[in-house]
């Protein structure tokens, strides 16, 4: 007899985490093989289903950085520790650690790309020793907007992390600062701190971008101007998954089903299906 893919599981919410007004992460239970940058379909009755990224993977659990957009994800606001979810997955291709292993490696990412490519960091943020270096350049619009200020204070402790937000008054920059130290939170694009980046070797050295496509584009274009080969960058198209399983087309970029193939690719890859 053949299974219904589209059939969801019930999980149940641990923890929620608020970041900003509209972002919470929903800590859920789970117990399976994930990775970073891979996606669940979350739903509720009635209301829809929303693809979510992995956030954080824990023992027993996975977080879903959700932010509140429309009709699902508008409800799934309304739902608190205790109650459970439906989901189905995990879908697509992930982060492999084992591909920045030994490397330096530079994460960029714009807003709430933090969230996929959040694991990634935190491996090795906390495993210093199977990677030459470690930056993080992280962009977000405002202060508010600002995700996983706790992770960023504490991943700066043995990573390069370059915090910066596209406009503050001086009277919020001087606050965000003080809230945010050790970190420095700079005023500027993602973009003008790559020209900043001291790389030993770029055949050693590996670079992650996830965030907005103008974002992508303009920091993939700095990554190869400062001499990184395109088989040593990364992308995660995550923004552009519906079903999960290839049936609906939404995704699909001439003969690639994104939420199949990707959300992840390499650039090598990645660089036909940008944006």
């Given at each position: 007899?053949?299974s219904?893919?589209?059939i969801?599981?019930?999980?149940?919410?641990?923890?929620?985490?608020?970041?900003?007004?509209?972002?919470?992460?929903?800590?859920?239970?789970?117990?399976?093989?994930?990775?970073?940058?891979?996606?669940?379909?979350?739903?509720?009755?009635?209301?829809?289903?929303?693809?979510?990224?992995?956030?954080?993977?824990?023992?027993?659990?996975?977080?879903?950085?959700?932010?509140?957009?429309?009709?699902?994800?508008?409800?799934?606001f309304?739902?608190?520790?205790?109650?459970?979810?439906?989901?189905?997955?995990?879908?697509?291709?992930g982060?492999?650690?084992?591909?920045?292993?030994?490397?330096?490696?530079?994460?960029?990412?714009?807003?709430?790309?933090?969230?996929?490519?959040?694991?990634?960091?935190?491996?090795?943020?906390?495993?210093?020793?199977?990677?030459k270096?470690?930056?993080?350049?992280?962009?977000?619009?405002?202060?508010?907007?600002?995700?996983?200020?706790?992770?960023?204070?504490?991943?700066?402790?043995?990573?390069?992390?370059?915090?910066?937000?596209?406009?503050?008054?001086?009277?919020?920059?001087?606050?965000?600062?003080?809230?945010?130290?050790?970190?420095t939170?700079?005023?500027?694009?993602?973009?003008?701190?790559?020209s900043?980046?001291?790389?030993?070797?770029?055949?050693?050295?590996?670079?992650?971008?996830?965030?907005?496509?103008?974002?992508?584009?303009?920091?993939?274009?700095?990554?190869?101007?400062?001499?990184?080969p395109?088989?040593?960058?990364?992308?995660?198209?995550?923004?552009?998954m519906?079903?999960?399983?290839?049936?609906?087309?939404?995704?699909?970029?001439?003969?690639?089903?994104?939420?199949?193939?990707?959300?992840?690719?390499?650039?090598?890859?990645?660089?036909?299906?940008?944006?």
């Open positions: 007899m053949m219904n893919e589209y969801p599981f019930l999980s149940e919410i641990k923890e929620v985490i608020p970041h900003t007004s509209i972002e919470y992460t929903f800590r859920m239970t789970y117990e399976g093989d994930v990775k970073p940058g891979q996606f669940f379909e979350v739903s509720l009755p009635k209301y829809g289903e929303a693809p979510i990224s992995v956030s954080g993977i824990g023992d027993g659990t996975v977080d879903l950085t959700i932010r509140k957009v429309g009709k699902v994800t508008n409800e799934i309304e739902q608190y520790i205790g109650a459970r979810l439906f989901l189905r997955g995990p879908y697509g291709n982060f492999d650690v084992a591909d920045y292993r030994g490397k330096e490696l530079v994460v960029m990412a714009g807003g709430t790309g933090l969230s996929p490519v959040r694991g990634v960091v935190d491996y090795f943020a906390t495993h210093g020793e199977e990677c270096g470690l930056t993080l350049i992280a962009g977000f619009k405002s202060p508010e907007d600002i995700l996983f200020k706790e992770d960023l204070k504490r991943w700066s402790k043995t990573s390069n992390v370059i915090l910066t937000v596209d406009a503050a008054e001086p009277d919020e920059l001087a606050a965000i600062n003080e809230e945010m130290s050790p970190v939170v700079h005023t500027g694009l993602v973009t003008e701190f790559i900043k980046l001291t790389i030993g070797s770029m055949e050693s050295a590996a670079a992650v971008v996830v965030g907005p496509p103008a974002m992508m584009r303009f920091s993939i274009a700095g990554l190869q101007k400062i001499g990184f395109d088989e040593n960058l990364w992308i995660s198209q995550e923004r552009k519906c079903c999960g399983i290839g049936k609906c087309g939404h995704c699909k970029i001439g003969d690639v089903y994104v939420c199949l193939d990707g959300p992840v690719f390499n650039y090598t890859k990645g660089r036909s299906l940008l944006d």
